[in-house]
């Protein structure tokens, strides 16, 4: 069974660019995550679909990101305009059913994102 | 407002000894605990969980042991191996909830051969 493929692996971008990240979840599965991990600390989360819809947002800058689902498979996270802040690992993770507290989430490799 | 705390940044032992992760939190809701291993260029994996209705759970050389009364849960590894060497997050939720995930900072174990 294929993982969560994310792309690109690295970006390197200046300040006050756009970047856009693409995931491809596990097949079949439902929900979706995208997390941000800062150098020195765990991932957070910052929204969660479920099929297209959005379950959660509530950690997501919304004057400078974006996400989408499209179709309830693929999903792209963009940052406009980035900050020097903004450089981190960013993790998208998927589960198979409705999102709930045992639903295991599995991890794809990361973008890492570094903003100059 | 660090919710789930790793206070040990690293941990460093021998082949075939115990390793000690630990971690706390401090929201009294929180009752579904997981362990993730994370290596080098790759995303965590899952590796066990514990309800708060349990104070232990096993899986092969991993064991997870959860002191509610603390808020306190640790990752025991017997025997430490040295491909056990890699990241482990501690993350905890809530039941009910949307699986929303909060992570600790991570511990960085190296086992020495």
């Known amino acids: 069974e294929a993982g969560v493929a994310q792309s690109p692996r690295y970006k390197i971008i200046e300040k006050r660019q756009s970047v856009a990240f693409w995931c491809n979840p596990i097949?079949?599965?439902?929900?979706l995550y995208w997390y941000q991990q800062i150098l020195g600390q765990g991932p957070k989360l910052l929204i969660q679909?479920?099929?297209?819809?959005?379950?959660?947002d509530s950690q997501l800058p919304k004057d400078r990101f974006s996400a989408e689902r499209l179709k309830g498979v693929d999903s792209t996270l963009k940052i406009q305009p980035a900050k020097l802040e903004d450089s981190a690992v960013y993790l998208c993770?998927?589960?198979?059913?409705?999102?709930?507290?045992?639903?295991?989430?599995?991890f794809g490799p990361g973008t890492r994102l570094t903003v100059l | 407002d660090q919710q789930v705390k790793q206070n040990s940044p690293s941990l460093s032992v021998q082949e075939g000894r115990i390793s000690i992760l630990n971690c706390d939190y401090t929201?009294?809701?929180?009752?579904?605990f997981l362990w993730y291993k994370k290596y080098p260029a790759e995303g965590p994996t899952f590796l066990i969980s514990?309800?708060?209705?349990?104070d232990k759970n096993e899986d092969g050389r991993f064991t997870v042991f959860l002191n509610k009364s603390a808020k306190h849960l640790s990752l025991h590894i017997v025997p430490s191996q040295p491909g056990d060497s890699a990241v482990y997050f501690c993350a905890a939720s809530v039941s009910g909830n949307t699986g929303k995930l909060i992570f600790g900072q991570g511990t960085t174990l190296q086992v020495k051969p």
């Open positions: 679909f479920q099929n297209n819809g959005v379950v959660d």
């Open positions: 993770a998927s589960s198979l059913t409705s999102g709930g507290y045992t639903d295991t989430q599995y």
């Open positions: 929201n009294s809701m929180f009752d579904y």
């Open positions: 514990i309800s708060s209705i349990k």
């Open positions: 097949s079949g599965h439902a929900t």
